[in-house]
């Protein structure tokens, strides 16, 4: 019998909808409207986990670009002249501590920056939400939307570089400041309007001195809190003394300040529609391509809303609402740290990390059309809300895999640039990327050391000068790898080997993070790290490394090995050890050892890679690239040789090959030269090489340069053979110079 009333009932039901759909259509708003509260809740967490993997992927000890000037202000400054020292044109005091408290405390590896930025964005988030909550947000679908836009806002991967790089606290600090102080003057207001002191104001005038030494763009909290109270009706006295403050805070950073940025106002109204589409791409830089032309239109109609509520507020200060003025004036904040970035950055180009007001903009203006929908209690018009970072998030998507890629790239060139610092070789294409000049980065090596800081942090780097075997276990076997280049790098005290090559490790299948050099003594001198992310994007196996070492002198050798572990390293089959060039005796090419096999009188060699001329008895070679070959064409026997003998001028310190044969599969020797602008006698002890004495033919090749070839000038005067046995513990190359009294 229940039943059948049930069924009855139901059909009743079904019938008024039919009759009346309108007035289903408020249930299933409200079913979605729930729903996707849920949906932007799990984005914006989703959004910060994303967020954190990428910190993770992306995370070196080495230091990128800024911290490397403050390391070289803290090895030089008193620490009280180093807080108030400027940086460009900015006081970074408050960023500062928490720079003096890593570098201390934690060795500089910016991992305690890192975990304070996203702490600082936490509480962002729960003081927003604290703010919501305290002026009567209580529906639990609006605030949980709310919550979802204000994570995907903050933790938004448009502005990685504030996660990603330790020093960027520098940028999240001062906003969240300005956060704080506007809100602090809300909740104030909202406690009671008659009171021009209170908690909460103090704290907001702690939080404007913070956000002013912390940020240049932050001295514009102080008229922003003016304007605020005002129109939020506190007494005279509470925007009088915050204005006497913001004065006081402005002519205290004027002290011995200096102008360091790179525009003046005549340049920059001369330049005023740039200013314009600079500070457009900031506002919209955050959108997809998809919606970038929206973006802007967006977030100028954001921008005239507000200033509609500020003027209209002004004129009722009283009837203010704290949610909605505090909101609209946070919002101009952020609009206005946006411009003031324009203004001083439009012509040095866009940085991601430019965006962290813009996405504290976006959000606030999203929380303020939350509330004016929740003022009107319509759902319908919170779902466009809902639904517009759903969209955002969807256009993205095919950013993720692009985002890992580059974090892993930041990271691995970041490595490599920490592998050539501690190696002590200037190689350019590697420190690059660090974009300092040597003075802050190998000036500060020593001062790093000392502290064991940054680099210096952490094996391997940690471990430059120590001995092999006290701080690794050999584990043979375990890597193969091969070594597919090097060249010399570097000029007077910083110059050494480049190498680059490929390894993996065999027994954990996985590709090596890192290597170590050693000398013949066991030693470590040297590091490399992978660069797969740079060389072979994409690639299955990412096993290339690039590494850096001492140039080996005569009887020292260099022998690479991959780091498995904390305690673990092994040998990379298949890469013997890198000799040094021994320095032969003073010796004259017409030596009756020797025996002509090429001149310049003599058929011309073919050049590939570069020409080749002969001119007043001297073979000219230019090279167009790093692998410049010339073949020369003896007419004789070369197996009767134990050596090549080439007088020789060097215009730049770079690796020098011979092959012979198939010129592959062992065909050939390599070594280096270090000795430029003089002629020098190159002996070649080929007969070291076992394929030699079977396969060599009247035909050899040799490569004058390797990878900083591009440009380079080789001379050539001549080739002799030498019958001489060559002792097996010999190296490969043999330089010596030419005697005085010899031709050219």
């Given at each position: 019998?229940t039943?059948?009333?049930?069924?009855?009932?139901?059909?009743?039901?079904?019938?008024?909808?039919?009759?009346?759909?309108?007035?289903?259509?408020?249930?299933?708003?409200?079913?979605?409207?729930?729903?996707?509260?849920?949906?932007?809740?799990?984005?914006?967490?989703?959004t910060?986990?994303?967020?954190?993997?990428?910190?993770?992927?992306?995370?070196?000890?080495?230091?990128?670009?800024?911290?490397?000037?403050?390391?070289?202000?803290?090895?030089?400054?008193p620490r009280?002249?180093?807080?108030?020292?400027?940086?460009?044109?900015?006081?970074?005091?408050?960023?500062?501590?928490?720079?003096?408290?890593?570098?201390?405390?934690?060795?500089?590896?910016?991992?305690?920056?890192?975990?304070?930025?996203?702490?600082?964005?936490?509480?962002?988030?729960?003081?927003?939400?604290?703010?919501?909550?305290?002026?009567?947000?209580?529906?639990?679908?609006?605030?949980?939307?709310?919550?979802?836009?204000?994570?995907?806002?903050?933790?938004?991967?448009?502005?990685?570089?504030?996660?990603?790089?330790p020093?960027?606290?520098?940028?999240v600090?001062?906003?969240?400041?300005?956060?704080?102080?506007?809100?602090?003057f809300?909740?104030?207001?909202?406690?009671?309007?008659?009171?021009?002191?209170?908690?909460?104001?103090?704290?907001?005038?702690?939080?404007a001195?913070?956000?002013?030494?912390?940020?240049?763009?932050?001295?514009?909290?102080?008229?922003?809190?003016?304007?605020?109270?005002?129109?939020?009706?506190?007494?005279?006295?509470?925007?009088?003394?915050?204005?006497?403050?913001?004065?006081?805070?402005?002519?205290?950073?004027?002290?011995?300040?200096?102008?360091?940025?790179?525009?003046?106002?005549a340049?920059?109204?001369?330049?005023?529609r740039?200013?314009?589409?600079?500070?457009?791409?900031?506002?919209?830089?955050?959108?997809?391509?998809?919606?970038?032309h929206?973006?802007q239109?967006?977030?100028?109609?954001?921008?005239?809303?507000?200033?509609?509520?500020?003027?209209?507020?002004?004129?009722h200060?009283?009837n203010?609402?704290?949610?909605?003025?505090?909101?609209?004036?946070?919002?101009?904040?952020?609009?206005?740290?946006?411009?003031?970035?324009?203004?001083?950055?439009?012509?040095?180009?866009?940085?991601?990390?430019?965006?962290?007001?813009?996405?504290?903009?976006?959000?606030?203006?999203?929380?303020?059309?939350?509330?004016?929908?929740?003022?009107?209690?319509?759902?319908?018009?919170v779902?466009?809300?809902?639904?517009?970072?759903?969209?955002?998030?969807?256009?993205?998507?095919?950013?993720?895999?692009?985002?890992?890629v580059?974090?892993?790239?930041?990271?691995?060139?970041?490595n490599?640039?920490g592998?050539?610092?501690?190696?002590?070789?200037?190689?350019?294409?590697?420190?690059?990327?660090?974009?300092?000049?040597?003075?802050?980065?190998?000036?500060?090596?020593?001062?790093?050391?000392?502290?064991?800081?940054?680099?210096?942090?952490?094996?391997?780097?940690?471990?430059?000068?120590?001995?092999?075997?006290?701080?690794?276990?050999?584990?043979?076997?375990?890597?193969?790898?091969?070594?597919?280049s090097?060249?010399?790098?570097?000029?007077?005290?910083?110059?050494?080997?480049?190498?680059?090559?490929?390894?993996?490790?065999?027994?954990?299948?996985?590709?090596?993070?890192?290597?170590?050099?050693?000398?013949?003594?066991?030693?470590?001198?040297?590091?490399?790290?992978?660069?797969?992310?740079?060389?072979?994007?994409?690639?299955?196996?990412?096993?290339?490394?690039?590494?850096?070492?001492?140039?080996?002198?005569?009887?020292?050798?260099?022998?690479?090995?991959?780091?498995?572990?904390?305690?673990?390293i092994?040998?990379?089959?298949?890469?013997?050890?890198?000799?040094?060039v021994?320095?032969?005796?003073?010796?004259?090419?017409?030596?009756?050892?020797?025996?002509?096999?090429?001149?310049?009188t003599?058929?011309?060699?073919?050049?590939?890679?570069?020409?080749?001329?002969?001119?007043?008895?001297?073979?000219?070679?230019?090279?167009?690239?790093?692998?410049?070959?010339?073949?020369?064409?003896t007419?004789?026997?070369?197996?009767?040789f134990?050596?090549?003998?080439?007088?020789?001028k060097?215009?730049?310190?770079?690796?020098?090959?011979?092959?012979?044969?198939?010129?592959?599969?062992?065909?050939?020797?390599q070594?280096?030269?270090?000795?430029?602008?003089?002629?020098?006698?190159?002996?070649?002890?080929?007969?070291?090489?076992?394929?030699?004495?079977?396969e060599?033919?009247?035909?050899?090749?040799?490569?004058?340069?390797?990878?900083?070839?591009?440009?380079?000038?080789?001379?050539?005067?001549?080739?002799?053979?030498?019958?001489?046995?060559?002792?097996?513990?010999?190296?490969?190359?043999?330089?010596?110079?030419?005697a005085?009294?010899?031709?050219?």
């Amino acid at each position: 019998m229940t039943s059948v009333r049930f069924q009855l009932k139901s059909s009743v039901d079904l019938g008024a909808i039919v009759a009346h759909g309108c007035d289903a259509a408020p249930v299933v708003l409200d079913r979605l409207f729930q729903f996707l509260s849920w949906v932007a809740l799990a984005l914006g967490i989703g959004t910060a986990g994303f967020m954190g993997y990428l910190t993770v992927r992306s995370y070196s000890p080495v230091p990128w670009m800024d911290p490397w000037f403050f390391i070289y202000q803290l090895d030089h400054l008193p620490r009280w002249s180093l807080l108030w020292a400027q940086h460009n044109e900015h006081r970074i005091a408050f960023p500062k501590l928490f720079y003096l408290a890593d570098f201390y405390w934690f060795h500089a590896k910016g991992v305690s920056t890192l975990i304070a930025t996203y702490a600082v964005q936490v509480v962002q988030c729960v003081l927003l939400t604290h703010f919501l909550r305290k002026l009567g947000w209580r529906n639990g679908a609006i605030l949980r939307s709310a919550v979802g836009l204000i994570l995907f806002s903050l933790f938004s991967p448009a502005k990685r570089e504030d996660f990603v790089h330790p020093w960027e606290i520098a940028y999240v600090l001062p906003i969240f400041a300005i956060t704080l102080a506007i809100i602090g003057f809300a909740l104030s207001a909202e406690k009671c309007r008659s009171h021009w002191f209170s908690l909460w104001i103090a704290t907001g005038w702690i939080a404007a001195v913070v956000a002013s030494f912390s940020l240049l763009s932050g001295f514009l909290i102080w008229p922003m809190l003016c304007i605020e109270a005002w129109m939020l009706g506190l007494p005279r006295r509470g925007w009088l003394v915050t204005a006497g403050l913001g004065i006081g805070a402005a002519a205290v950073n004027a002290i011995g300040f200096r102008r360091e940025g790179t525009t003046n106002l005549a340049h920059t109204i001369q330049n005023t529609r740039e200013v314009f589409v600079f500070f457009n791409t900031l506002m919209a830089e955050s959108w997809p391509p998809l919606f970038y032309h929206v973006g802007q239109v967006a977030a100028w109609i954001g921008i005239f809303i507000c200033i509609i509520i500020v003027c209209r507020r002004v004129a009722h200060p009283s009837n203010g609402s704290p949610l909605e003025v505090g909101l609209a004036i946070l919002a101009l904040t952020c609009a206005g740290a946006a411009g003031m970035t324009a203004v001083g950055r439009y012509n040095l180009g866009f940085t991601n990390r430019y965006e962290e007001p813009v996405l504290l903009f976006w959000a606030a203006f999203g929380l303020l059309l939350f509330a004016f929908a929740r003022g009107a209690n319509r759902h319908r018009w919170v779902l466009p809300l809902q639904i517009a970072p759903v969209l955002i998030a969807i256009a993205n998507a095919d950013r993720i895999q692009p985002l890992a890629v580059e974090a892993k790239l930041h990271s691995q060139l970041l490595n490599v640039a920490g592998a050539a610092l501690a190696s002590g070789v200037s190689d350019r294409a590697a420190t690059a990327f660090l974009t300092m000049p040597d003075e802050w980065t190998f000036g500060e090596l020593d001062f790093l050391r000392k502290h064991k800081a940054a680099l210096y942090a952490a094996p391997p780097l940690s471990l430059v000068g120590a001995k092999l075997w006290d701080v690794y276990r050999i584990k043979p076997g375990a890597c193969d790898g091969e070594l597919r280049s090097y060249s010399i790098s570097g000029d007077a005290d910083k110059r050494g080997l480049s190498l680059h090559g490929s390894a993996w490790n065999n027994g954990d299948n996985v590709p090596l993070s890192w290597l170590v050099i050693a000398d013949h003594g066991g030693r470590i001198v040297g590091f490399g790290a992978n660069d797969s992310a740079a060389r072979h994007p994409g690639t299955e196996r990412e096993n290339t490394w690039s590494a850096f070492g001492p140039v080996p002198r005569k009887g020292d050798q260099l022998t690479l090995y991959g780091v498995i572990s904390e305690t673990e390293i092994c040998p990379i089959s298949g890469v013997r050890p890198i000799t040094g060039v021994s320095e032969l005796a003073e010796a004259r090419e017409s030596a009756q050892s020797l025996t002509p096999v090429w001149l310049p009188t003599d058929t011309p060699p073919r050049v590939i890679g570069g020409t080749g001329t002969i001119s007043a008895g001297v073979l000219t070679i230019r090279s167009d690239n790093g692998d410049t070959q010339v073949y020369f064409d003896t007419g004789t026997d070369l197996k009767q040789f134990a050596a090549l003998v080439i007088k020789a001028k060097f215009e730049r310190a770079d690796t020098v090959e011979f092959y012979f044969a198939r010129q592959v599969d062992g065909r050939g020797i390599q070594g280096s030269v270090s000795t430029t602008g003089e002629w020098i006698l190159l002996r070649a002890n080929l007969g070291l090489n076992p394929y030699w004495s079977k396969e060599a033919s009247n035909t050899i090749r040799f490569d004058p340069t390797g990878a900083r070839g591009t440009g380079a000038v080789t001379y050539i005067a001549g080739i002799w053979g030498s019958r001489i046995a060559v002792p097996a513990d010999a190296d490969f190359f043999e330089t010596g110079r030419v005697a005085s009294n010899a031709s050219k």
